[in-house]
């Protein structure tokens, strides 16, 4: 059974930093591009960021966060991360990461199938 569990949301102040952990098991981690969705209330879920497959990684951000959040992989231990940095109150949301269904990071919701619980971030002072 595919699952993916999320970690590493809060309560941060605007500008501050918070690092997402999402676990996976029941799958060959390694095969499959992996990326990190957000919901905010009222709103559509929305891509966030997206990483390829294997070791030698390629990397996909929607433009609000460039510069801002890194996505990345530890195959070894199957987990993806979200480094998530200069944090804005427009980034309060509900984190998800999601197991694509191939090896490339598309950004439309179905193009993966397997989602985690969610972690829930907020930005405020």
């Known amino acids: 059974q595919e699952q993916l569990v999320e970690s590493g949301g809060g309560l941060v102040q605007p500008g501050g930093s918070l690092r997402l952990s999402c676990a996976a098991s029941?799958?060959?981690?390694?095969?499959?591009?992996m990326g990190w969705f957000r919901q905010a209330p009222g709103k559509e879920r929305e891509f966030v960021a997206g990483i390829s497959w294997g070791d030698d990684n390629s990397r996909t951000y929607i433009d609000d966060v460039k510069g801002r959040f890194t996505i990345s992989r530890d195959n070894a231990k199957n987990t993806v991360y979200l480094q998530m940095n200069g944090l804005k109150s427009a980034d309060t949301a509900e984190y998800y990461c999601?197991?694509?269904?191939?090896?490339?990071?598309?950004?439309?919701?179905?193009?993966?199938?397997?989602w985690g619980q969610g972690t829930q971030v907020t930005v405020s002072s």
């Open positions: 029941g799958f060959i981690f390694s095969h499959y591009a």
């Open positions: 999601a197991k694509g269904i191939s090896t490339t990071p598309f950004s439309l919701p179905g193009m993966y199938d397997a």
